[in-house]
Each structure stands twice: as structure tokens, then as C-alpha cells.
């Protein structure tokens, strides 16, 4: 299996609502990453975790949330969004390479189209 | 910092002929480089890296890359276009950050193969 999975698809939500985005992948990949891609423009990082753990937040607005309750899922709790939300968002993942995550290739899901009204 | 630059938004070419997709870097130090395609409404695919060794790096789906230290460029080619290969083509380049690596990606180049 070397897909990187994300549900759902599409997600329109009102400002007020709380969501949840999940991404799952079993390629035993120990770095997950969240990134936003707004239309035409490329992916900007926005959460890194490695083994589990929060390693890198690019300074993202705490009404989003992200969690990573196991080695397999990784998802993004939304709450409170703007319209200005509204993206492209992606996950990925990334192997180990002699037990350290490098960050050279990274697997990508299709992403969730978000839509905040 | 660590970044990269693609000069152009939008490369077109015909089918058969060979294409350039056009990349330099600003790096500190060895460059960690990469090559990433997006099909619509899809993720994106790695298609290469360079990261030491022969400056002429060969990927997924007959793409190469040259990387070219006096340049400072790693230019993504392909000898025969097809017009499948229309996408939007992301350089990207790895960061260390206090937290571990990042891979931080140019602004994107359309790439449009005409039959």
C-alpha cells in the first residue's frame, strides 16, 4: 500500500461549525505533514509531526487543531473558520532513512477541497 | 534561507519536442533538491531528487534533472513531451528547521503540451 488517504473530498462548513479533516497511510511512515494550497499557488507547510509527535507549526491560527493519534492517522480539527480558509488541503508522509526522518521524498494524499461560507 | 525560484509561470510546447522546466536555487551549504508534479484535483508526485553524486538525475516517467552548482539551477527536461505530461510542476528544496526538515516548494509552472 502506497497511498496516503484522505476523507473527505470535499467539506463546505459554515463559519460557526467544527469539523474534522483525517488522513491515514500504512507505508509505516514515521513524519506526517499537513500543508495548505490555495488555487494556483504551491503548498505551504503548516504542521509537522514526527514519530507522533509535534515537531514543527508554522505559526497556523489555533482554530486549527491537528492530532496524530497514531502512527497511521493523522487528522486536522477545524473550528471557527474564515472564509479565507477556504483550500486545498493536503497531507503527506515520509519514510525513514537509516531510522531518521530526512524529509527526502514525501507522499502526498488528493487533499480535502475546502469550502467556508 | 534555503529557497528556490521558478522564473516562469507557464511553459508550452509540442508534443514530440523536447521540454525545460526552468529551476534555481539560493542554498547555504549542499542542496537538497526535488522535483514534484500536480495533476488536477490530485496531490503531488515526487518525480526526482538531487541530493549528492551525478549532477544528472533521472526520475519517474522518462523526466531527468541537471543540477548545475556554477548556475545554481536544477532545470527539470524531458527529451520527448506528451501530452499527458501537461501538469503543474513544483521545484522544492529542503530546509532545516529547529524542529526537524521542511521542504519548501517554488511557485509553481504550468506546463501546457500541445498535440
Known amino acids: 500500500d502506497t497511498e496516503v488517504t484522505q476523507t473527505p473530498k470535499h467539506l463546505v462548513m459554515g463559519m460557526t461549525n467544527k469539523k474534522s479533516l483525517k488522513c491515514e497511510q500504512h507505508m509505516g511512515h514515521r513524519a506526517m505533514y499537513w500543508y495548505k494550497q490555495k488555487a494556483k499557488k504551491p503548498p505551504e507547510l503548516m504542521f509537522v509531526?514526527?514519530?507522533?509527535?509535534?515537531?514543527i507549526n508554522e505559526s497556523v491560527p489555533s482554530r486549527f487543531s491537528p492530532e496524530c493519534p497514531n502512527s497511521s492517522l493523522l487528522n486536522l480539527h477545524l473550528h471557527a473558520l474564515q472564509p479565507e480558509d477556504s483550500a486545498l488541503y493536503l497531507c503527506?508522509?515520509?519514510?525513514?532513512?537509516?531510522?531518521?526522518?530526512?524529509?527526502?521524498?514525501?507522499?502526498f494524499g488528493s487533499g480535502t477541497q475546502l469550502s467556508v461560507l | 534561507a534555503q529557497s528556490v525560484a521558478q522564473p516562469e509561470d507557464q511553459v508550452n510546447v509540442a508534443e514530440g519536442n523536447p521540454l525545460t522546466v526552468k529551476c534555481t536555487y539560493s542554498?547555504?551549504?549542499?542542496?537538497?533538491l526535488f522535483w514534484y508534479v500536480q495533476y488536477p484535483n490530485r496531490g503531488l508526485q515526487f518525480l526526482l531528487k538531487?541530493?549528492?553524486?551525478?549532477?544528472l538525475v533521472k526520475g519517474s516517467y522518462g523526466f531527468e534533472a541537471e543540477f548545475n552548482k556554477s548556475q545554481t539551477s536544477f532545470h527539470l527536461k524531458k527529451p520527448s513531451a506528451l501530452v499527458s505530461d501537461s501538469a503543474l510542476y513544483f521545484c522544492?528544496?529542503?530546509?532545516?528547521?529547529?524542529?526537524?526538515?521542511?521542504?519548501?516548494f517554488g511557485a509553481g509552472t504550468r506546463l501546457f503540451v500541445k498535440a
Open positions: 522544492a528544496v529542503r530546509r532545516r528547521n529547529t524542529g526537524g526538515f521542511k521542504t519548501i
Open positions: 542554498v547555504s551549504g549542499n542542496p537538497y
Open positions: 503527506a508522509s515520509s519514510p525513514l532513512a537509516g531510522g531518521i526522518i530526512t524529509n527526502e521524498k514525501l507522499f
Open positions: 509531526y514526527s514519530y507522533e509527535k509535534l515537531s
Open positions: 538531487y541530493i549528492t553524486g551525478d549532477n
